[in-house]
Protein backbone atom coordinates (compact mmCIF):
# COMPACT_ATOMS: atom_id res chain seq x y z
CA UNK A 1 0.00 0.00 0.00
CA UNK A 2 1.26 3.31 -0.96
CA UNK A 3 1.41 5.16 2.32
CA UNK A 4 2.65 8.24 0.61
CA UNK A 5 0.26 8.47 -2.15
CA UNK A 6 -2.54 8.07 0.56
CA UNK A 7 -1.43 11.37 2.73
CA UNK A 8 -0.40 13.65 -0.62
CA UNK A 9 -4.30 13.06 -1.67
CA UNK A 10 -5.15 13.59 2.08
CA UNK A 11 -3.30 16.93 2.06
CA UNK A 12 -5.25 17.75 -1.08
CA UNK A 13 -8.75 16.86 -0.24
CA UNK A 14 -9.09 16.21 3.69
CA UNK A 15 -12.64 17.03 4.63
CA UNK A 16 -13.13 19.88 7.11
CA UNK A 17 -14.60 18.35 9.94
CA UNK A 18 -15.38 20.53 13.39
CA UNK A 19 -12.95 18.10 15.77
CA UNK A 20 -10.46 17.87 13.12
CA UNK A 21 -6.86 19.71 12.79
CA UNK A 22 -5.89 20.29 8.67
CA UNK A 23 -3.00 18.40 7.72
CA UNK A 24 -1.73 21.94 6.75
CA UNK A 25 -2.24 23.06 10.34
CA UNK A 26 -0.73 19.76 11.58
CA UNK A 27 2.14 20.46 9.61
CA UNK A 28 2.86 23.68 11.67
CA UNK A 29 2.50 22.06 14.83
CA UNK A 30 -0.75 22.11 15.72
CA UNK A 31 -2.01 19.14 17.69
CA UNK A 32 -5.72 17.87 18.33
CA UNK A 33 -7.20 17.96 21.18
CA UNK A 34 -8.03 14.65 22.64
CA UNK A 35 -11.50 15.78 24.18
CA UNK A 36 -13.14 16.66 20.97
CA UNK A 37 -11.52 13.60 18.97
CA UNK A 38 -12.56 11.42 21.47
CA UNK A 39 -16.34 12.99 21.47
CA UNK A 40 -16.44 12.83 18.00
CA UNK A 41 -15.68 9.05 17.89
CA UNK A 42 -17.70 8.04 20.34
CA UNK A 43 -20.71 9.97 18.53
CA UNK A 44 -19.58 8.67 15.12
CA UNK A 45 -20.57 5.26 16.48
CA UNK A 46 -23.04 3.64 14.34
CA UNK A 47 -23.84 7.34 13.22
CA UNK A 48 -23.16 9.43 10.11
CA UNK A 49 -20.57 12.65 9.74
CA UNK A 50 -23.65 14.53 8.75
CA UNK A 51 -26.18 13.59 11.73
CA UNK A 52 -23.64 13.87 14.36
CA UNK A 53 -22.19 17.61 13.35
CA UNK A 54 -25.07 19.58 14.92
CA UNK A 55 -24.66 17.42 18.33
CA UNK A 56 -20.40 17.68 18.50
CA UNK A 57 -21.01 21.50 17.87
CA UNK A 58 -23.78 21.67 20.46
CA UNK A 59 -22.28 19.56 23.13
CA UNK A 60 -18.81 21.63 22.74
CA UNK A 61 -20.66 24.60 23.28
CA UNK A 62 -22.73 23.31 26.31
CA UNK A 63 -19.55 21.35 27.74
CA UNK A 64 -16.15 22.98 25.95
CA UNK A 65 -14.10 20.58 27.99
CA UNK A 66 -13.63 17.43 29.72
CA UNK A 67 -13.93 19.20 33.43
CA UNK A 68 -17.15 20.45 32.08
CA UNK A 69 -18.27 17.40 30.65
CA UNK A 70 -17.70 15.55 33.79
CA UNK A 71 -19.31 18.15 36.34
CA UNK A 72 -22.53 18.41 33.76
CA UNK A 73 -25.34 16.00 35.44
CA UNK A 74 -25.72 12.69 33.85
CA UNK A 75 -29.63 13.59 32.54
CA UNK A 76 -28.61 16.34 30.84
CA UNK A 77 -26.14 14.98 28.74
CA UNK A 78 -28.37 12.04 28.01
CA UNK A 79 -31.01 14.89 27.32
CA UNK A 80 -28.61 16.22 24.53
CA UNK A 81 -27.98 12.82 23.18
CA UNK A 82 -31.07 12.24 22.33
CA UNK A 83 -31.97 11.03 18.79
CA UNK A 84 -28.04 9.83 18.44
CA UNK A 85 -29.40 6.33 19.99
CA UNK A 86 -27.23 3.52 21.15
CA UNK A 87 -27.94 5.56 24.82
CA UNK A 88 -25.21 3.39 26.64
CA UNK A 89 -22.98 5.07 24.68
CA UNK A 90 -24.17 8.40 26.47
CA UNK A 91 -23.36 6.59 29.81
CA UNK A 92 -20.20 5.88 29.60
CA UNK A 93 -19.04 9.21 27.79
CA UNK A 94 -20.39 11.09 31.05
CA UNK A 95 -18.70 8.41 32.70
CA UNK A 96 -14.99 8.44 30.95
CA UNK A 97 -15.52 12.13 31.37
CA UNK A 98 -15.12 11.51 35.15
CA UNK A 99 -12.53 8.79 34.88
CA UNK A 100 -10.20 11.20 33.14
CA UNK A 101 -11.09 14.36 35.56
CA UNK A 102 -10.68 12.42 38.65
CA UNK A 103 -7.97 9.63 37.93
CA UNK A 104 -5.95 11.51 35.44
CA UNK A 105 -6.10 15.40 36.12
CA UNK A 106 -8.13 16.06 32.90
CA UNK A 107 -5.37 15.08 31.13
CA UNK A 108 -5.97 12.16 28.35
CA UNK A 109 -3.78 8.89 28.33
CA UNK A 110 -1.44 9.48 25.05
CA UNK A 111 -1.44 5.52 24.34
CA UNK A 112 -3.97 3.30 23.19
CA UNK A 113 -3.09 1.03 25.77
CA UNK A 114 -3.72 3.59 28.50
CA UNK A 115 -6.77 5.33 26.86
CA UNK A 116 -8.58 1.41 26.98
CA UNK A 117 -8.46 1.39 30.75
CA UNK A 118 -11.07 4.42 30.77
CA UNK A 119 -14.99 3.70 30.85
CA UNK A 120 -16.25 2.84 27.37
CA UNK A 121 -13.18 2.74 25.30
CA UNK A 122 -12.36 0.06 23.12
CA UNK A 123 -9.82 -0.86 20.74
CA UNK A 124 -10.88 1.45 17.68
CA UNK A 125 -11.60 4.40 19.92
CA UNK A 126 -8.67 3.99 21.76
CA UNK A 127 -6.65 3.60 18.92
CA UNK A 128 -8.34 6.71 16.49
CA UNK A 129 -7.37 9.05 19.64
CA UNK A 130 -3.99 7.79 20.07
CA UNK A 131 -3.51 7.88 16.38
CA UNK A 132 -5.33 11.42 15.70
CA UNK A 133 -4.04 13.10 18.64
CA UNK A 134 -0.30 11.68 19.49
CA UNK A 135 1.00 9.86 16.26
CA UNK A 136 0.87 6.42 17.88
CA UNK A 137 1.62 4.09 14.66
CA UNK A 138 -0.95 1.82 15.29
CA UNK A 139 -3.85 0.65 12.62
CA UNK A 140 -7.48 2.48 12.90
CA UNK A 141 -9.53 0.12 11.03
CA UNK A 142 -13.70 1.14 11.39
CA UNK A 143 -16.65 0.43 8.93
CA UNK A 144 -15.28 3.06 6.15
CA UNK A 145 -11.95 1.05 6.50
CA UNK A 146 -13.45 -2.16 6.21
CA UNK A 147 -14.68 -1.43 2.98
CA UNK A 148 -11.71 0.15 1.55
CA UNK A 149 -9.06 -2.54 2.32
CA UNK A 150 -12.14 -5.38 1.22
CA UNK A 151 -11.86 -3.89 -2.07
CA UNK A 152 -7.99 -3.32 -2.31
CA UNK A 153 -7.30 -6.82 -1.06
CA UNK A 154 -10.66 -8.02 -2.97
CA UNK A 155 -11.13 -10.18 0.28
CA UNK A 156 -13.27 -13.09 -0.55
CA UNK A 157 -15.13 -13.32 2.69
CA UNK A 158 -17.14 -11.22 4.48
CA UNK A 159 -14.59 -8.65 6.82
CA UNK A 160 -15.95 -9.78 10.00
CA UNK A 161 -13.96 -13.13 8.94
CA UNK A 162 -10.88 -11.54 7.99
CA UNK A 163 -10.97 -8.43 10.62
CA UNK A 164 -7.72 -9.54 12.41
CA UNK A 165 -5.81 -9.86 9.17
CA UNK A 166 -6.78 -6.87 7.98
CA UNK A 167 -5.86 -4.81 11.00
CA UNK A 168 -2.32 -6.62 10.84
CA UNK A 169 -1.72 -5.76 7.15
CA UNK A 170 -3.30 -2.38 8.15
CA UNK A 171 -1.09 -1.77 10.43
CA UNK A 172 2.21 -3.06 8.25
CA UNK A 173 1.72 -0.17 6.53
CA UNK A 174 0.89 3.05 8.93
CA UNK A 175 3.71 5.44 8.83
CA UNK A 176 4.82 7.87 10.54
CA UNK A 177 2.39 10.80 9.86
CA UNK A 178 -0.29 7.78 11.68
CA UNK A 179 -2.89 10.04 12.80
CA UNK A 180 -2.84 11.87 8.68
CA UNK A 181 -2.74 8.11 7.71
CA UNK A 182 -5.82 7.40 10.07
CA UNK A 183 -7.88 10.25 8.93
CA UNK A 184 -6.78 9.79 5.36
CA UNK A 185 -8.21 6.16 4.78
CA UNK A 186 -11.08 7.91 6.63
CA UNK A 187 -11.86 10.43 4.19
CA UNK A 188 -11.35 8.11 1.34
CA UNK A 189 -13.78 5.50 2.72
CA UNK A 190 -16.33 8.20 3.27
CA UNK A 191 -15.82 9.66 -0.22
CA UNK A 192 -14.17 8.23 -3.25
CA UNK A 193 -14.33 4.63 -1.91
CA UNK A 194 -17.79 5.05 -0.81
CA UNK A 195 -20.67 2.20 -0.39
CA UNK A 196 -22.70 2.47 -3.58
CA UNK A 197 -19.91 4.16 -5.55
CA UNK A 198 -16.28 3.76 -6.19
CA UNK A 199 -14.06 6.45 -8.09
CA UNK A 200 -11.34 4.35 -8.54
CA UNK A 201 -9.55 6.94 -11.59
CA UNK A 202 -9.53 9.56 -8.43
CA UNK A 203 -8.30 7.37 -5.99
CA UNK A 204 -4.47 6.96 -4.53
CA UNK A 205 -5.07 3.02 -3.92
CA UNK A 206 -6.08 2.69 -7.31
CA UNK A 207 -2.76 1.25 -8.83
CA UNK A 208 -2.25 -1.92 -6.41
CA UNK A 209 -6.01 -2.12 -6.15
CA UNK A 210 -7.05 -5.56 -7.17
CA UNK A 211 -11.44 -4.37 -7.30
CA UNK A 212 -10.54 -1.96 -9.34
CA UNK A 213 -8.45 -3.98 -11.60
CA UNK A 214 -11.40 -6.58 -11.57
CA UNK A 215 -13.32 -3.78 -12.37
CA UNK A 216 -15.97 -4.52 -10.43
CA UNK A 217 -15.18 -3.07 -6.36
CA UNK A 218 -18.78 -2.52 -5.35
CA UNK A 219 -18.57 -6.24 -5.35
CA UNK A 220 -16.80 -6.08 -2.41
CA UNK A 221 -17.00 -6.27 0.88
CA UNK A 222 -18.97 -9.04 0.62
CA UNK A 223 -22.14 -8.99 2.84
CA UNK A 224 -22.46 -11.77 5.29
CA UNK A 225 -25.43 -13.72 5.42
CA UNK A 226 -28.26 -11.99 7.94
CA UNK A 227 -30.07 -13.63 10.44
CA UNK A 228 -33.67 -12.83 11.07
CA UNK A 229 -34.43 -10.35 13.11
CA UNK A 230 -36.95 -11.25 15.86
CA UNK A 231 -40.10 -8.90 16.72
CA UNK A 232 -40.93 -8.11 20.07
CA UNK A 233 -44.62 -6.08 20.88
CA UNK A 234 -46.10 -4.23 23.67
CA UNK A 235 -48.17 -1.21 24.54
CA UNK A 236 -47.39 2.23 25.67
CA UNK A 237 -49.52 4.74 27.14
CA UNK A 238 -49.60 8.38 27.03
CA UNK A 239 -51.46 9.68 29.68
CA UNK A 240 -52.41 13.31 30.00
CA UNK A 241 -53.99 15.58 32.62
CA UNK A 242 -56.97 18.03 32.89
CA UNK A 243 -54.49 20.51 32.43
CA UNK A 244 -52.79 19.10 28.73
CA UNK A 245 -49.62 17.49 30.46
CA UNK A 246 -48.20 14.44 29.71
CA UNK A 247 -46.90 12.00 32.63
CA UNK A 248 -43.58 10.75 31.76
CA UNK A 249 -40.93 8.81 33.97
CA UNK A 250 -37.28 7.60 33.71
CA UNK A 251 -36.06 4.52 32.12
CA UNK A 252 -33.64 1.88 34.62
CA UNK A 253 -30.56 3.05 34.68
CA UNK A 254 -28.93 0.27 33.06
CA UNK A 255 -30.37 -2.03 29.51
CA UNK A 256 -31.34 -0.90 26.35
CA UNK A 257 -32.20 2.95 26.61
CA UNK A 258 -31.06 2.75 30.24
CA UNK A 259 -32.14 6.51 32.16
CA UNK A 260 -33.91 7.67 28.96
CA UNK A 261 -37.35 9.49 29.67
CA UNK A 262 -40.10 7.52 28.43
CA UNK A 263 -44.04 7.10 28.86
CA UNK A 264 -45.24 3.76 30.08
CA UNK A 265 -45.15 0.51 28.05
CA UNK A 266 -45.94 -2.81 29.15
CA UNK A 267 -42.85 -5.48 28.56
CA UNK A 268 -41.76 -6.26 25.42
CA UNK A 269 -42.64 -9.97 24.11
CA UNK A 270 -42.98 -11.85 21.06
CA UNK A 271 -46.60 -12.42 21.78
CA UNK A 272 -49.00 -9.57 21.93
CA UNK A 273 -51.57 -9.89 25.18
CA UNK A 274 -53.84 -7.52 25.85
CA UNK A 275 -53.59 -3.99 27.34
CA UNK A 276 -52.94 -3.60 31.13
CA UNK A 277 -53.71 0.20 31.35
CA UNK A 278 -50.88 1.41 34.35
CA UNK A 279 -54.68 3.56 35.46
CA UNK A 280 -58.49 3.66 35.13
CA UNK A 281 -59.25 5.84 32.46
CA UNK A 282 -61.09 6.39 28.31
CA UNK A 283 -58.34 4.51 27.15
CA UNK A 284 -58.48 5.06 22.84
CA UNK A 285 -56.27 3.38 20.54
CA UNK A 286 -54.19 5.44 18.47
CA UNK A 287 -52.66 3.10 16.03
CA UNK A 288 -49.14 1.51 16.18
CA UNK A 289 -45.44 2.79 16.40
CA UNK A 290 -42.39 0.38 14.93
CA UNK A 291 -39.47 1.14 16.18
CA UNK A 292 -36.11 -1.21 14.61
CA UNK A 293 -33.14 -1.63 17.26
CA UNK A 294 -30.22 -3.13 16.10
CA UNK A 295 -31.18 -6.82 17.46
CA UNK A 296 -35.13 -6.50 16.90
CA UNK A 297 -37.89 -5.17 15.66
CA UNK A 298 -39.94 -3.63 17.65
CA UNK A 299 -44.06 -2.87 17.58
CA UNK A 300 -45.76 -0.83 20.17
CA UNK A 301 -49.57 -0.30 20.29
CA UNK A 302 -49.88 3.41 21.27
CA UNK A 303 -53.15 4.33 23.86
CA UNK A 304 -53.96 7.71 24.94
CA UNK A 305 -56.22 8.88 27.45
CA UNK A 306 -57.14 12.24 30.13
CA UNK A 307 -56.38 10.41 33.52
CA UNK A 308 -56.45 12.74 37.18
CA UNK A 309 -52.42 14.10 38.00
CA UNK A 310 -52.43 12.54 41.19
CA UNK A 311 -51.95 9.00 42.02
CA UNK A 312 -48.99 8.36 39.66
CA UNK A 313 -45.75 8.63 41.95
CA UNK A 314 -42.84 7.23 40.43
CA UNK A 315 -43.10 10.01 37.30
CA UNK A 316 -43.51 13.75 36.43
CA UNK A 317 -45.85 15.77 34.50
CA UNK A 318 -44.34 17.47 31.46
CA UNK A 319 -46.12 20.34 29.81
CA UNK A 320 -46.53 19.49 25.94
CA UNK A 321 -44.03 22.69 25.08
CA UNK A 322 -41.59 21.43 27.36
CA UNK A 323 -41.26 18.05 25.97
CA UNK A 324 -38.73 19.09 23.36
CA UNK A 325 -36.43 19.13 26.18
CA UNK A 326 -37.09 16.02 27.53
CA UNK A 327 -34.39 12.90 27.21
CA UNK A 328 -36.89 11.04 25.09
CA UNK A 329 -35.34 8.72 22.35
CA UNK A 330 -36.66 8.34 18.64
CA UNK A 331 -39.05 5.79 19.85
CA UNK A 332 -40.84 7.71 22.69
CA UNK A 333 -40.74 10.82 20.39
CA UNK A 334 -42.77 8.31 17.90
CA UNK A 335 -45.44 7.33 20.40
CA UNK A 336 -46.02 10.76 21.08
CA UNK A 337 -46.15 12.25 17.43
CA UNK A 338 -48.77 8.72 16.62
CA UNK A 339 -50.94 10.16 20.00
CA UNK A 340 -50.99 13.60 18.31
CA UNK A 341 -48.53 15.29 20.80
CA UNK A 342 -45.43 15.37 18.52
Known sequence: MDAAAVLAWYDRHARDLPWRVSPSDRARGVHADPYRV???????????????QKYFLRFTHLWP??????AAPLDAVLREWAGLGYYARARNLHACAVA??????????????????LPGIGAYTSAAIAAICFDERIAVLDGNLDRVLARYYALDVPVREAKDELRAALQQNVPERSGDFAQAMMD???????PRAACC???PLQPDCRAA?????????IKPVKAERPVRRG????????GGDVYLQSRPGKGLLGGMTEV???DWVSELSEAAYPVVGNWRHRGQVVHVFTHFRLELEVWSSLVPADGLANGWWSPPSALKGEALPTLFRKVLAQAGLG
Open 201 to 203: LIC
Open 213 to 221: REGEPVFYP
Open 65 to 70: TVFDLA
Open 188 to 194: LGATTCA
Open 264 to 266: PTS
Open 235 to 242: HAFVMTDA
Open 38 to 52: WLSEVMLQQTTVAAV
Open 100 to 117: VVERHGGIFPQTSEGLQT
